[in-house]
């Protein structure tokens, strides 16, 4: 993948900006999950023109809802509408029974789905399946019996998505992105078949489902107006052909032109053009992110999840990304990658920060901090790539995460907690802007290389390189001298941080006994530990206190950093040679096994805080003022909707899918 869903570990941070007592920022807790606001500042200096189109772009964003919950599980959408149908029309009076359904359901919003968003582990309700039942009869709601073996067996589909070892990972995922009965080698061998191999190849099964027709060969259905997901796509099509009046450029124009014929007929020569306007597309302060994007939730890494971002630029704070996107030839010159995997001239680079206007699909209700796009490799090597950080979520979660007690806990000292409560932010964002801007855009594939070399550890592995691209350059003088960081102490905050998450504290995300299978939990993990591993001088340790619990220690920052610079160079030959050996080698020693008694004893720790180890977020509310012609005259937003209150909203207002299964 060339663009990261990099997700924050918002408990992890406690970060220095003034705290807003007037604006809530907490929502609703439940289970190991936090719901958030976010604001959007700088809505209401935005032109009617703007703000017109940045409402159409919402709707259009909206609409593809149902099509998150579908490719996430062929039962989603039935067993989500039974939910909300006996939550509306409760038999009983409110009591215990009604109390685990609301749970229940509150995790299924989160969730898009019965799976958990970030273990891909089946969560099972606290009521019963005879309870569930009798209630549905009692509310006069006919009872799906297809959906209760999967609600209620733990052994019926019990994980979204399988990256386990040895295992056919298709037929043991329970993601709709394969048919009933597709292997995983029947998969690969029709996209081995179809693979174009032409200089401007299309992204073959980006927007499509593999299934056995009646004599047991594979065929495909693209996701396309008319075809799988019709209904949808055609409220998505409506609302983009109402913002495209409202465009700020002739690109932008362009931009929502392809993205309406892609929609209609689901060719791909026409997603390729859509990206190529998208990437040139860099005068619009509105910009958007609509459709089948990221692939981290196909098994095989092919085809893409509906996700939606709606945002505009953020004037004041993008200069620190422009100083980098203008760095970028800089940045690939002086990386300790072997020569011939550089990039001889870095095209296209653009970055911004942004203010995120609405978020949908598989940025919703959790949602990335950063992207980077397009994925196509060709199209970043002849046209470049854009990078944005999310201004006014870090924000978000940052404000939540104040006073929790979490760096107190965990990190060894009081001297590397007032480093990081000084640097912290300010690194936090660089991390990121490099991560997307230039991590992600850095490097070359060797020709004859394919996008699919790595498989299924393709995601983890590329999270890697930008984190270590990332990481390395964050120690570089060259980031004092360009203004970027104040000093050359500063780095060391987020190295702290990163090797603490990397080795220890994302363990909190991980149930006992449980492998680490989420793709940017694994890259955390090889980054860390293989540099924990190769630093042979005492670099780096972990020591144990009297009371027995243990703490990372840097002794020698440079240290770690030449041993980061190693790692880079390794990763980046992984990835231009597609050399899968040794990259599944590389994930299954560092990445996905725990250490059970450090696993024990950093859960218990973090027990005690009563913290959510999860963020996500509802989104604010545009309602447009219309003239007696029926023309906005104005926008506006509101931030007083609950939780609860907009998922049922969602479901009313933009369930365009019928129960396909």
């Known amino acids: 993948m060339k663009k990261t869903v990099f997700l924050i570990l918002a408990t992890l941070c406690l970060m220095s900006c003034h705290k807003e007592q007037e604006f809530m920022y907490t929502v609703d807790k439940f289970y190991d999950l936090e719901i958030l606001r976010y604001q959007v500042p700088g809505f209401d200096e935005l032109t009617l023109q703007q703000k017109t189109l940045i409402y159409y772009l919402n709707e259009a964003a909206l609409q593809g809802r149902d099509i998150l919950y579908d490719q996430n599980g062929r039962y989603n959408l039935r067993i989500r509408r039974t939910l909300e149908a006996l939550y509306t ?8 029974q009604f109390e685990r359904l609301e749970k229940y359901l509150k995790r299924v919003w989160f969730a898009n789905g019965i799976h958990h968003h970030y273990s891909e582990d089946k969560f099972l309700p606290e009521f019963t399946q005879d309870w569930f ?9 006919p009872v799906d019996s297809a959906i209760l073996p999967v609600m209620f067996d733990p052994d019926v589909m019990p994980k979204r998505m399988t990256q386990q070892d040895g295992v056919d990972l298709v037929a043991n995922s329970a993601g709709n992105y394969y048919g009933e009965g597709v292997t995983q080698a029947q998969a690969q061998a029709w996209y081995e078949q179809h693979k174009d191999t032409s200089a401007a190849p299309k992204w073959i099964g980006l927007n499509s489902q593999l299934i056995l027709d009646e004599t047991g060969h594979i065929q495909e ?4 107006v008319g075809g799988l997901y019709g209904p949808a796509l055609e409220k998505v099509v409506f609302y983009l052909e109402k913002a495209l009046p409202f465009a700020e450029t002739s690109e932008q124009r362009k931009v929502i ?9 689901g060719d791909l020569d026409i997603f390729n053009q859509y990206c190529i306007a998208w990437v040139n597309d860099v ?3 509105v910009d958007f992110v609509n459709g089948f994007t990221e692939t981290y939730c196909d098994p095989l890494g092919i085809t893409g999840t509906w996700e939606s971002l709606v945002n505009f630029k953020d004037m004041q704070a993008t200069r620190r990304t422009q100083i980098i996107s203008d760095n970028a030839q800089w940045f690939e010159n002086h990386s300790t990658t072997n020569p011939k995997y550089k990039k001889p001239e870095v095209k296209g680079v653009s970055a911004k920060v942004i203010t995120a206007a609405i978020l949908a699909g598989d940025c919703y209700p959790a949602t990335p901090i950063g992207i980077n796009l397009p994925n196509a490799n060709w199209i970043r090597k002849e046209y470049g790539s854009k990078s944005v950080t999310i201004d006014n979520i870090v924000h978000a979660y940052n404000e939540a995460a104040k006073g929790n007690g979490f760096n107190e806990e965990f990190m060894v000292d009081a001297n590397i907690r007032r480093l990081y409560n000084k640097y912290g932010a300010v690194c936090g964002d660089l991390h990121t802007d490099l991560h997307e801007c230039v991590g992600h ?3 070359l594939l060797m020709p004859g290389v394919s996008k699919d070399a790595l498989k299924e550890h393709a995601s983890t592995i590329e999270e890697t390189r930008a984190d270590l691209f990332a990481l390395y350059f964050l120690g570089d003088h060259k980031l004092v001298e360009l203004g970027l960081l104040p000093n050359d102490e500063a780095y060391k905050a987020c190295y702290y941080q990163q090797m603490m998450n990397g080795l220890m504290t994302q363990l909190v995300r991980i149930e006992p006994g449980k492998d680490i299978e989420e793709a940017h939990m694994r890259n955390r993990q090889l980054i860390a530990a293989w540099v924990f591993d190769h630093c042979q001088n005492g670099e780096m340790e972990i020591i144990q206190r009297k009371d027995g619990r243990h703490f990372l220690q840097i002794n020698d920052y440079e240290g770690v950093r030449r041993v980061i610079g190693d790692m880079l160079a390794l990763i980046q030959q992984v990835t231009s040679e597609g050399d899968y050996d040794t990259a599944k080698q590389l994930v299954e020693q560092y990445a996905v096994k725990v250490n059970p008694e450090l696993h024990q004893e950093i859960l218990a720790r973090y027990t005690k805080l009563h913290l959510a180890p999860y963020k996500g977020f509802v989104n604010p509310v545009y309602t447009a003022q219309m003239d ?3 023309r906005i005259v104005n926008v506006t937003v509101d931030y007083t909707e609950g939780y609860i209150d907009q998922h ?9 899918l019928p129960d396909i299964n």
Not at 648 to 656: E, I, K, Q
């Open 628 to 630: 007696e012609k029926g």
């Open 133 to 141: 039942v009798t209630a549905l009869a009692d509310a006069r709601i």
């Open 89 to 96: 029309r409760y038999p009983y009076a409110k009591d215990e």
């Open 257 to 265: 032109e392809r993205m309406i014929a892609f929609n209609r007929t």
């Open 221 to 224: 259905r693209v996701y396309r």
């Open 441 to 443: 855009g850095s490097g």
């Open 648 to 656: 049922l909203r969602y479901s009313r207002d933009y369930s365009n």
């Open 283 to 285: 005068n619009s302060q």
